[in-house]
C-alpha cells in the first residue's frame, strides 16, 4: 500500500510530493495531463517560496525581484524586500523545474484522473487504489474536492486573471502593480527580454482591462505579445481542509484573490504541513497547521479586497502607500517572510 497519493501534478502537488519523498514516504502523483502546464498566473515567487523550492533541490530561472512597487498615475512607492530577493519566473520553466526535481527523485507520475475516493478509516480507496493518505492539490476548480464534500459557496465580487508575456527587457527589478479605478495590472520581470502581464479585476477582454491603464498600456504599445491566458473566479471556499485521511492543499484548499502575489509561497508552506501531519499520522492537525499559515495571507488579502471594492477608496490606496511607506514596507514583508 502506498504511503500518499497526490491528485495534482501542478507546482503545489509537486512541491507536495517532494516533501513526502524527502519524509522516506512511498508517493504517487496523479495528474491526467502530460508534459509542462502553462496557466494564468503572475509568476512572481516571494523570498519564502524562492527558499523552500532552493531547499527542495528545484532550479530556478528567470529574473531577480528585489521588492513590490505600487503604481497609480500620479505616484508611486516601492518596498524592498528584507528577507532575501524574489524570483520572476514564467509558469511553463517553473513547472518543468519541478517536474526535472520529481523525475530526480524518482516519484512516480500517473497520468489519469481521480474520480472516486472512499475512506476506509485506516486508509483511502483512490480508484480502487488503496493507499494511507490522499492529498488533493488539483487546483482552483478541483474536482477532488467535490468527491470529498467540501465545496463551499464562493460568495459574490468573485474576479479573473488574464495574463501575457511581453518582449521587451525589463525596466525593474520590481514587481510593479498599477492601479486603475477597475483593475489592477502586474508587470514581472520573468527573464532578460521578457515580462510577465497578468490583469485583475472583473470579466472583460485583455485589451480592453490593460487599455483602462493609462501608467502602463502606453509602454506596452506595438511589443509582441504570447496569447493571453486566463484562470477564474478566482474566489474559491472549502468547508474544511481534511475529511478523514484526505488533505487539500494550495488552491484546491480554498483561495481568496491573486492581489498580494503568494500563492505559490503559501502553497508550499501547506505542502510542507500536510506532509508533516501524514508522517506524524495525524491528519486532524493540518486544519490547524492550514489555519496558521494561511492566516497573515488570508487576513492581508481580504483587507485590501475590501478596500479595493470601493472605487473611491481604490484611488487612495497607492497616494496612502506612498505617505506612509514604512508601513507599506511592513506589509510587503509581512508577506514575505516564510510562514
Given at each position: ?105 524518482g516519484i512516480e507520475v500517473a497520468h489519469r484522473s481521480v474520480t472516486c475516493v472512499e475512506d476506509r478509516g485506516d486508509h483511502v480507496l483512490v ?213
Amino acid at each position: 500500500m502506498r504511503d500518499l497519493v497526490v491528485a495534482g501534478g501542478g507546482p503545489v502537488g509537486l512541491v507536495t510530493s517532494l516533501y513526502a519523498a524527502r519524509a522516506g514516504l512511498d508517493v504517487q502523483v496523479v495528474e491526467p495531463r502530460r508534459g509542462v502546464i502553462d496557466k494564468a498566473c503572475g509568476e512572481g515567487l516571494m523570498p519564502a517560496a524562492v527558499a523552500g523550492l532552493v531547499d527542495l533541490g528545484v532550479r530556478l530561472q528567470g529574473h531577480r525581484i528585489d521588492g513590490i512597487r505600487y503604481v497609480d498615475p500620479r505616484t508611486d512607492v516601492q518596498a524592498r524586500f528584507r528577507h532575501g530577493p524574489g524570483r520572476g519566473v514564467a509558469r511553463t520553466e517553473l513547472h518543468d523545474a519541478l517536474l526535472d526535481a520529481v523525475r530526480a527523485t524518482g516519484i512516480e507520475v500517473a497520468h489519469r484522473s481521480v474520480t472516486c475516493v472512499e475512506d476506509r478509516g485506516d486508509h483511502v480507496l483512490v480508484d480502487g487504489e488503496p493507499a494511507r493518505y490522499l492529498v488533493a492539490a488539483d487546483g482552483l476548480h478541483s474536482p477532488v474536492r467535490r468527491l470529498l464534500g467540501l465545496e463551499a459557496p464562493a460568495g459574490v465580487g468573485r474576479r479573473y486573471g488574464l495574463r501575457c508575456h511581453v518582449e521587451t527587457v525589463p525596466w525593474t527589478s520590481f514587481v510593479e502593480v498599477h492601479w486603475s479605478p477597475l483593475g489592477e495590472a502586474y508587470v514581472t520581470p520573468v527573464g532578460e527580454d521578457r515580462v510577465g502581464v497578468a490583469v485583475l479585476g472583473h470579466r472583460g477582454r485583455f485589451e480592453d482591462l490593460l487599455a483602462g491603464i493609462s501608467t502602463l498600456a502606453p509602454r506596452l504599445l506595438g511589443l509582441p505579445r504570447s496569447r493571453v491566458r486566463g484562470a477564474g473566479p478566482l474566489r474559491q471556499r472549502s468547508s474544511a481542509r481534511v475529511r478523514g485521511r484526505s488533505l487539500l492543499v494550495g488552491d484546491a484548499a480554498g483561495y481568496v484573490d491573486a492581489l498580494t502575489g503568494e500563492g505559490i509561497a503559501v502553497g508550499v508552506a501547506q505542502a510542507r504541513a500536510a506532509v508533516a501531519a501524514v508522517v506524524a499520522e495525524d491528519p486532524a492537525s493540518y486544519e490547524r497547521s492550514w489555519r496558521r499559515v494561511t492566516r497573515r495571507h488570508d487576513l492581508l488579502t481580504r483587507g485590501l479586497l475590501t478596500v479595493t471594492r470601493h472605487r473611491s477608496l481604490r484611488t487612495r490606496i497607492v497616494p496612502a502607500a506612498a505617505a506612509l511607506p514604512r508601513i507599506f514596507e511592513m506589509a510587503v514583508n509581512e508577506l514575505a517572510r516564510p510562514a
